[in-house]
């Protein structure tokens, strides 16, 4: 069975930082791009970012585009994003979702607050 | 950036109604356009991908058609499990986007 878990949310300040973690299962992680998305509260979905399956693609959204990177370890299984310069409307749950988008985690949710 | 809108924003349907919801997009597409589905609370779930393709586990009351700019879900008989959101979603060009959604709730 495919499993994605996200973890790492939480509180951020203004200004700061925080890592998202993608934790998969049930299939070979290895051969699979990735995507990470995202919903404001009581908004819809918002796509963020890609990765390759190697790591070597990536590919954001204008509104994260230099404050956040997409990694990834296939060894681990494991997706990330570094959150950097944090503002109040990265205030989200975050998704993670395989290439076709056919399996997502239960998300994470992130709020930017002082 | 591709802009994708949906049609209507949201509706009132009855159980036992056909329902259908149409997502047209800034720019051609070809067929790369997916459909999830948004319980609150919960992640989105797949439908179809590839404008008409049924994802695995997903009933054949959903369906999708479409090519280019015009898109369209249907959802033949409606049931209680299916008052939802939903999304299109185009995955042809970086940055993929989103529709805004279409909310199917109870008459």
């Known amino acids: ?114 | 950036d591709i802009q994708l809108t949906q049609s209507p924003s949201s509706l009132s349907a009855s159980v036992g109604d056909r329902v259908t919801i149409t997502c047209r997009a800034s720019q051609g597409i070809s067929n790369s356009l997916a459909w999830l589905q948004q319980k609150p609370g919960k992640a989105p779930k797949s439908l179809i991908f590839g404008s008409s393709r049924l994802q695995s586990g997903v009933p054949s009351k959903f369906s999708g058609s479409g090519s280019g700019t015009d898109f369209t879900l249907t959802i033949s008989s409606l049931q209680p499990e299916d008052f939802a959101t939903y999304y299109c979603l185009q995955y042809n060009t970086y940055p993929f986007t989103f529709g805004p959604g279409t909310t199917v709730g109870i008459k």
């Open chain 1, 1 to 114: 069975e495919v499993q994605l878990v996200e973890s790492g949310g939480g509180l951020g300040q203004p200004g700061g930082s925080l890592r998202l973690s993608c934790a998969a299962s049930g299939f070979i992680f290895s051969k699979y791009s990735m995507n990470w998305a995202r919903q404001a509260p009581g908004k819809g979905l918002e796509w963020i970012s890609y990765i390759s399956s190697s790591g070597a693609t990536k590919y954001y959204a204008d509104s994260v585009k230099g404050r956040f990177t997409v990694s990834r370890d296939n060894a681990k299984n494991s997706l990330y994003l570094q959150m950097d310069s944090l503002r109040a409307v990265d205030t989200a749950i975050y998704f993670c979702a395989n290439s076709g988008f056919d399996f997502w985690g239960q998300g994470t949710l992130v709020t930017v607050s002082s």
